[in-house]
């Protein structure tokens, strides 16, 4: 399998596609200020204790307050506790946990009210991102990530990921992390440690152990109720975690995160350097590469596959539903139950593309077509758990109900990707009255005309849609020509095929759009 990642960065934020054989199967996005990510460390203010939830409610500074169940409390909170009040005490000076004696792990049937109280401050990280209604969902069992192994304050455990197989490996791997690991810190070895070096781990470990540091430092003066670390951003987090000897390109759109990734990639696997490339063309990146229109084919409430058959995903505040149709395929009554069952797997390969894709989360109730012979009803169950192994998500899936129905649960820690589809009618802006087009031109000159001689702006560029981008530049006396003479500099004239018709926008020369 060839995995591509392509990152296109612009003023707006970052967005992060995942390419499996030229397919889309991921996409991330990271808005410039993203806050309230997970991993990120807050120092919370325990406004509410709701014993009949046995539950906290947080103020880490969101409009919602965010919610702490006992459960997430971790076994050594006690000890946490104990180390912010020392910490912003003053009485201790030291970063690491060497000399801190550690509290008794809490009883794990306790009440939260034995261990918070209201107003109490107390370290906590972000486990899943604000979604819809709800405020972030938060823990305070803290853990820092990274390539190779996770370090786990107020430990002194070991674990080792359950996907590397070899005992001769694993003892290998826990005798070195035994021997370099700082006291009173566990560490969780992941899965991409197998076959690595003492030095990979070791450096590994000493930046995590530096972040730990750098968190401790910041502890003491740290403002309730605000962000104390943050986990990095999105597009070096994707690639700490899912990058292997699979990928083949990584393709970045601006020079200076282009640099950044790179550095960051030679820092955790320097034979991988080669394969992060700047992208040079004119074209925009996600154009160039198919991945506008797959987006656009692929997030629409009915999505197509390829044998005429579709599928239907509607979303509701509880779970997601999708029902699977044969179309417009056609089949003899011979081969019924072959044909329902050979849709229903192109529909199961589609759907855990889907899952991914839009990172849906929560339950997902599936309604296949149904098949009454048993065997092909646990040969589709199957072959739709081997497809979900890809999901980087921890999931769940139960056999097909007598009704025919496949319940999931998926892991979900951000809001669900959601990217509108249907355009705005070209002719009425989506209003449903039409603006006269002949003077979609005088618009265009009117704003230009303000910008370069009201503003003097320098070094602008006009973003339109494909045809007026053509009748504004073809031509050897065409209008840009003209707009030269008239206003003396250049301008840039480039075309978006995303606009509708009488869609434009300026960006000034620090790529932000100029409001008008």
């Given at each position: 399998m060839v995995k591509e990642l392509i990152i296109n960065s612009t003023p707006a934020?970052?967005?992060?596609?995942?390419?499996?054989?030229?397919?889309?199967?991921?996409?991330?996005?990271?808005?410039?200020?993203?806050?309230?990510?997970?991993?990120?460390?807050?120092?919370?203010?325990?406004?509410?204790?709701?014993?009949?939830?046995?539950?906290?409610?947080?103020?880490?500074?969101?409009?919602k307050d965010a919610f702490l169940h006992y459960f997430d409390l971790g076994p050594q909170v006690q000890s946490l506790i104990k180390l912010t009040k020392i910490k912003r005490n003053g009485s201790v000076t030291g970063t690491l946990l060497d000399n801190l004696k550690l509290e008794a792990d809490i009883n794990k049937a306790g009440k939260i009210s034995d261990v918070l109280s209201k107003n109490m401050l107390l370290p906590v990280q972000i486990a899943k991102e604000p979604i819809s209604t709800k405020g972030p969902r938060l823990s305070s069992d803290?853990?820092?990530?990274?390539?190779?192994?996770?370090?786990?304050?107020?430990s002194n455990t070991i674990s080792i990921s359950k996907k590397i197989k070899s005992n001769t490996e694993r003892n290998r791997l826990k005798k070195i992390i035994e021997s370099i690991k700082p006291q009173n810190f566990g560490v969780i070895i992941r899965t991409v440690s197998e076959g690595r070096g003492v030095a990979e781990l070791q450096k590994d470990l000493l930046d995590l152990v530096a972040k730990w540091e750098n968190f401790i430092k910041k502890l003491p003066t740290a403002e309730p109720s605000k962000r104390v670390w943050g986990e990095m951003d999105r597009s070096s987090t994707l690639i700490r975690d899912i990058l292997n000897p699979d990928f083949t390109n990584v393709y970045v759109s601006t020079p200076e995160l282009f640099d950044d990734i790179?550095?960051?990639?030679?820092?955790?696997?320097?034979?991988?350097?080669?394969?992060?490339?700047?992208?040079?063309?004119?074209?925009?990146?996600?154009?160039?590469?198919?991945?506008?229109?797959?987006?656009?084919?692929?997030?629409?409430?009915?999505?197509?596959l390829p044998g005429g058959a579709y599928l239907v995903v509607e979303h509701t505040e509880a779970l997601h539903v999708v029902d699977v149709n044969s179309g417009n395929r056609t089949a003899s009554k011979e081969n019924q139950e072959e044909n329902a069952l050979q849709v229903n797997k192109e529909a199961a390969k589609e759907i855990a593309r889907q899952l991914r894709l839009r990172d849906m989360g929560g339950i997902v109730v599936i309604d296949f077509i149904d098949m009454h012979k048993p065997t092909n009803r646990k040969m589709l169950f199957d072959y739709l758990r081997e497809l979900m192994l890809l999901d980087r998500a921890k999931h769940t899936i139960l056999p097909p109900s007598k009704f025919g129905l496949v319940q999931i649960t998926r892991q979900r820690v951000r809001p669900e990707m959601n990217i509108v589809t249907v355009e705005k009618c070209p002719a009425c802006d989506g209003t449903g009255t039409i603006k006269a087009?002949?003077?979609?031109?005088?618009?265009?000159?009117?704003?230009?005309?303000?910008?370069?001689?009201?503003?003097?702006?320098?070094?602008?560029?006009?973003?339109?849609?494909?045809?007026?981008?053509?009748?504004?530049?073809?031509?050897?006396?065409?209008?840009?020509?003209?707009?030269?003479?008239?206003y003396g500099q250049w301008v840039k004239v480039k075309e978006q095929s995303a606009y509708y018709l009488t869609e434009f926008h300026f960006i000034s020369s620090k790529d932000e759009e100029i409001k008008l």
């Open positions: 934020g970052v967005t992060i596609a995942l390419i499996e054989d030229k397919q889309l199967v991921e996409l991330h996005k990271e808005q410039i200020n993203n806050n309230y990510a997970v991993g990120d460390i807050y120092l919370g203010r325990i406004k509410k204790i709701m014993p009949g939830l046995n539950a906290a409610f947080v103020d880490v500074g969101y409009e803290l853990s820092i990530a990274g390539r190779y192994v996770v370090l786990v304050p107020f790179r550095s960051y990639v030679h820092d955790i696997s320097p034979e991988m350097e080669k394969i992060v490339k700047l992208y040079k063309q004119k074209e925009p990146i996600f154009e160039h590469f198919g991945i506008e229109k797959q987006i656009k084919n692929a997030f629409g409430k009915t999505v197509n087009s002949i003077v979609l031109m005088d618009d265009i000159e009117n704003n230009l005309n303000y910008i370069l001689r009201e503003q003097n702006e320098k070094g602008i560029t006009l973003c339109v849609h494909p045809y007026i981008e053509a009748y504004i530049t073809k031509g050897i006396f065409n209008l840009q020509r003209r707009w030269y003479f008239k």
